[in-house]
Every structure is written in structure tokens, then in C-alpha cells.
């Protein structure tokens, strides 16, 4: 975490600072690297190798991944603010929702909720499981912490939950706090959709999504959020999955992986 904040700030300039400013948050911290890759040539083969093991990485567009199905999303249209899924990410990830129309669903990353509100407004009866940090979890790195976490700023801003709290659907919301390093995931129910969106770093997206995938008995969806360069522990998680032969793609035009299981043979 210490490194990719001094690589951020080696690349902080004017050119980005521009960026950011007329296109959001998101694009000044791609801006911020990309400028350290112009002034570094190492930093800039290094995000060469990171870009090359994404686009190794198939893609598809949502209408494949949906077939012969057809799923009508209802999204609640806002300004963006730093943390929650864009409008094109959100109606991928909603169509697959409603095409699979799971009676459980789990959701790693809480955040501010506006996905897990929007997951149980376009699924008529499911109850949807969501885990994050507890509000008095300290938003500072630990270097003690072998499997440490990252974006300490989204964890010192949150209000976990804020967009569902009050709304009809929070009866079928069931928030879940604590650190999925720990946290007994037999607690979720048994869901068979799963969105993991929690800590990026390799060791963290690993254990998650191993215990997502023990919770259904290896039989369910899966999608990762930040499948991007600016995550390079989501990439080497997913190529490491996908050498195993489980067929993960990225969804095309969004920084979200999707793969859905199927039960063992024999």
C-alpha cells in the first residue's frame, strides 16, 4: 500500500490534477500513474506488464453472457461519487442479477450500498447478504497485516449502508460487519450470486472468493469489481483461477469480471 502511495504521488502533476477535474476521481488516480509511466520507463514497463496480463483476460459483451435471455433492470440514475459502480457497470451487473434471479445473494463491500440497494430493488423476494468493516474499523494501513488492504480512503469516508437505510427493501437486507479474513462467511446464508468488491489486494481478493466459492459448493455466479490495471492483485488472482480452466472474462466495457460455475462431473 506504501508503494502504490508514493508511485501516486511521484506522478501527481498538472496534467493529471486537469484530468481529474474534468473527468472525475477515478480518471485523476489513472492519471496519476499514467504520468509516473511517462517520467519512469521501469514504472512504464512495469504497467505494460500489468496491461498485457489484462488484455490476456477474454472479453464479452453483456448480451453474450446473457444469451438467448432478456432482463429488465430498474437503477436509480445519480451524480457518481468516488466508490460506487458507474451507470454502465451497475446495468451489467444488474442484467446478470435479474437473468440468474438467485433467492440469496452475497455482496463483499458494502460501502455506501447503492449496489446492494439496487441488487434487492430488482429482485422481487431475495434476501441479499452484504459484509463490510464495522464503522469504528481504523482507516489506516497496518504493516502488520500480511494480507493488508487497500483504498483506506473509501474506508475513512463510508457510511455504511446510507443509500438502503429507510428504503422498503432494507427489510431483505442483511448487513453483516466484520473482516472477511475472520468473519465466519456461514453467517451469509447460502447464496449462489455473489459480487466481490472488498479489499483489491491480491491476498484479500483470493480468500474471499475461495470462501464464496466453498459457501456454494463450487455451483454459482461470481463477478469482481476493479478487474483495471490500477488493481494488478484482482488480475493475478483471475489469471491464477482461469489457469485452473475456470473460464472468468471480463465484462466488456467495464473494469467487472464474471464467471459463472458449473457442478463437478462424475
Not at 491480491?202 to 466453498?214: A, L, N, T, V
Request: proline share 5%.
Amino acid at each position: 500500500m506504501a508503494k502504490k502511495c508514493i508511485q501516486f504521488l511521484l506522478g501527481l502533476n498538472g496534467a493529471s490534477i486537469v484530468r481529474g477535474l474534468r473527468l472525475g476521481f477515478p480518471e485523476f488516480i489513472k492519471g496519476c500513474f499514467a504520468s509516473l509511466g511517462a517520467v519512469h520507463p521501469m514504472q512504464d514497463r512495469i504497467n505494460n506488464h500489468i496491461q498485457k496480463e489484462l488484455k490476456s483476460i477474454p472479453e464479452m459483451a453483456p448480451g453474450e453472457i446473457l444469451g438467448a435471455r432478456k432482463a429488465a433492470v430498474k437503477l436509480n440514475v445519480q451524480k457518481y461519487e468516488d466508490g460506487m459502480l458507474s451507470a454502465h457497470e451497475a446495468t451489467a451487473l444488474l442484467a446478470i442479477l435479474v437473468a440468474e434471479n438467485p433467492v440469496e445473494v452475497l455482496e463483499i463491500g458494502t460501502y455506501m450500498g447503492h449496489t446492494t440497494r439496487a441488487m434487492a430493488e430488482n429482485l422481487d423476494k431475495a434476501i441479499v447478504h452484504t459484509v463490510d468493516l464495522p464503522p469504528d474499523f481504523s482507516a489506516k494501513p497496518d504493516s502488520k497485516n500480511g494480507s493488508g488492504k487497500d483504498d483506506f480512503h473509501l474506508i475513512a469516508r463510508r457510511i455504511v449502508g446510507r443509500e438502503f437505510k429507510g428504503q422498503p427493501v432494507e427489510q431483505r437486507i442483511r448487513q453483516h460487519f466484520g473482516d472477511t479474513a475472520t468473519i465466519n462467511f456461514q453467517e451469509f446464508g447460502r447464496p449462489t450470486f455473489f459480487f466481490i468488491d472488498g479489499s483489491h489486494t491480491y491476498e484479500y481478493c483470493k480468500q474471499d472468493s475461495e470462501k464464496c466459492f466453498s459457501l456454494c459448493g463450487g455451483t454459482g455466479t461470481f463477478l469482481w469489481h476493479d478487474c483495471d490495471v490500477t488493481h494488478p492483485g484482482v488480475i493475478k488472482f483471475i489469471l491464477e483461477w482461469r489457469s485452473l480452466g475456470r473460464n472468468i472474462v471480463r465484462i466488456e466495457g467495464t473494469a467487472i469480471a464474471y464467471w459463472k460455475s458449473a457442478p463437478a462431473q462424475g
